[in-house]
């Protein structure tokens, strides 16, 4: 019952993470800083989905949370190879 509490705990201040990370990237004031928000932003939301998961032992959940992280590590490349080519 006392890891319930910690797990559940770990979910709110990961929420909380978020929604800083969220005023971050709509506030910017540059293009790579709204970028590193929103990776960010996907980090902890993985964060959310692996407690979801531990919490009430649904391990299909890990096989989302490693797809969206692939998914994440693609577009912050191609975020970085765009910003690399703006600046030339």
Do not use: H
């Amino acid at each position: 019952m006392k890891i319930d509490v910690i797990w559940t705990l770990a979910l709110v201040i990961i929420s909380l993470g978020i929604v800083c990370a969220f005023l971050r990237l709509i506030r910017g004031p540059s293009l790579p800083d709204r970028v590193v928000a929103l990776d960010l932003v996907v980090t902890l939301a993985i964060g959310i989905i692996v407690c979801y998961a531990i919490l009430f032992n649904q391990p299909a959940f890990l096989d989302v949370a490693i797809i969206i992280a692939l998914i994440s590590f693609l577009g912050t490349i191609a975020f970085a190879y765009y910003i690399e080519r703006r600046v030339r």
